[in-house]
């Protein structure tokens, strides 16, 4: 048996992000801390992206940040400025090595390779079976989605925010670099929200991914149609497609900190880091590590890390109606991109938004589903 002062399940964003911290406060240097992963480094398996306003943590690994963001659909477009935000992307290999590197110069942390099969809080510490080894804990942070069960319930809906990124290499003509675009619902809605997403790298290189906010995912030859599809509307005939990405991202307000105990916390997407109305994680992920560190030096009870806040309900709402009528949801941010800055817009989904600036994003949307949304889950 393995035993640990702490062990972090799973070596993504988020088990990754708080090892990162622990190895990088003095505090966390007396206790033993080990990492469990299948495997240590995944490479590029991920493109981060993600809004910053002004300078960040994580801008000596970034690949590509633009200071301009276009919102469309057929009704409505617009170019912003971003400023003081912008809009920045991390491929994830760079974030892993950048992370590991400052992780793997503290002897007290041990990375260990193995696949977790299950994990129980027993009072006292926490017993985390593993197929080659067991081990044990006082204190468990766990990003797997072992035993995380918002799929076998209906209290709350559950979308997903499922996407294929493919990276284009521009044999001919090229692409404006300066302008990222954050949804363009200029495409056949199908009854879904169906947007594209295009970051360009260069003048010849971008990132294009097809992306729905709904329940069911598609056959991936719908994604690529779509693709190539929007390609061609564009005006781009001649290209390669040098790589490809695919996601699928929970989007619930299911209560996953119900999940966590004393001894037992879940972080990352199984924690419902999350945004439950947008699938964006990175961010959120970045502050609440560093939220979880502080909680560490002071608190023991680890039940106690989450908070539910206003947004909560926003967001319920939000996917109350999305997924009763998910066709809406082109409507929905052209009226809340037409009617209000960007700038409130971030804010809003950075949930760091005032009463009055989330007054300014609710009159924006058409209110009819909501009103009635709301009504079904007061009554
Ligand atoms: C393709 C893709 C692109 C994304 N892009 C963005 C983005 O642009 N912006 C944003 O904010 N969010 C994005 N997300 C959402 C989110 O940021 C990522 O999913 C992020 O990686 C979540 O971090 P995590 O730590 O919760 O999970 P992960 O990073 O998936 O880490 C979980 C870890 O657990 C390990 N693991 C799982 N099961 C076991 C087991 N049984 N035994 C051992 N190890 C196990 C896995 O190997 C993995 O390393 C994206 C997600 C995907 C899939």
New binding site residues.
Partial sequence: MTKADYII???????LMLAYRMANDSFFSSKSIVI????EN?GND?????WEDSEGEWDSILTKSWHKIYFGSSVFSKEYEADPYSYKMIRSANFYDFLWESIKKQSNIKFVS???IGFNDQGEQVIIEGASDTYEANKVFN????GISYENQDRYPVLKQHFLGWFIKLNSGSFDDSVATFMDFDLAQSGNTRFMYVLPLSKTEALFEYTLFSKDLLDKKEYENAIVEYLKQKGFKEYEVKET???S?PMTSFKFHNNNSTNLLHI???GGW?KAST?????S?TKKTKALINFLKVESNLAKFHRTTKFWYYDLLLLDVLSKHNGVGSKLFTSLFKKTNLKTIFRFLDEESSLLEDLKIITSVPSGQFVSALIKRVF
């Fill in positions: 399940l799973g070596a993504g964003a988020s088990g469990l992963d299948k495997e995944k991920r493109t981060w992206c993600y193995d696949t977790i990003s797997t989605q072992i990405e695919y996601g991202i990352g997407t199984a999350t699938g964006y994680t990175f961010m992920t």
